[in-house]
């Protein structure tokens, strides 16, 4: 979840009492998973989320995920030297997790996701440290995102030949108009046992009708998100079905979700 208003331009923006409005309604609907970043808004998507377990006394009712990697204290790059903050190796692993902690208010999190692989640190590095996490009861499973396919299949390897704690869960993206995972990252995920997250299976909002992309483009002022032509084209498919089924575009566009992993 991208709640906040650091980033208006790149992620749009969130106010706390929209963010809370919409956790409310998550919940009363039954829903439990929240995944969110330590790069996220400049951390306001932490902040707000645990905020909001703290004001609702539900941390252990909810299934909380994040993520490290991506440099986190940005917002302070004119006083702070950013070389630790950010990045696979052992040091930014550390002090991302004390950080998502201590904004997260709590003192584990459900999942732990490497957000992408950066090529600055080796797989026993990465994996190894995972593991101290594992073993201090700060991370209870694994998951990598955006990671080429072979890198997390050896790595899975390195953990089970060293007794370590493996990935057990990739997130990646996945929709009507970009579906590359399903060459190699979803065949690897059934292989080696694990889940698979899509994120952006509405097109991160650039699945639209005409109407919804004219509309966009002459009153959003942020997080534009135009459209590619490959975008274009599937939405106008997905508007086809849509006016054929009587059902809104976002219900076709997530029609094939529940599937595409099996």
Known sequence: MNFGEHDKTYLGECSKDTAFE????FKSLGGNFIDTAVAYQGGDSETWIGEWLRS????DQMVIATKYTGPYQTKYKATM????FGGNGSKSLRLSVEKSLERLQTTYVDILYVHWWD????????????NDLVVAGKAL?????????WIVAKANQYARDHGLRQFVVYQGMWNAAWRDVERDVVPMCRDEGMAM?????????RFQTKDGFKEREDNNTGRKGMPSETEKAVSAALQGIAEAKNAAITSVAMAKHPTFFH
Do not use: K
């Open 56 to 59: 609702r006394n539900c941390r």
């Open 119 to 130: 090529f600055t640190a080796t797989i026993p590095e990465v994996m190894h440290s995972l």
């Open 22 to 25: 919409i956790l409310d309604t």
């Open 81 to 84: 030297i950013q070389s630790n």
């Open 141 to 149: 499973y694994l998951g990598i995102s955006d990671t080429p396919a």
């Open 197 to 205: 997250l899509a994120y952006g299976s509405l097109g991160q909002g």
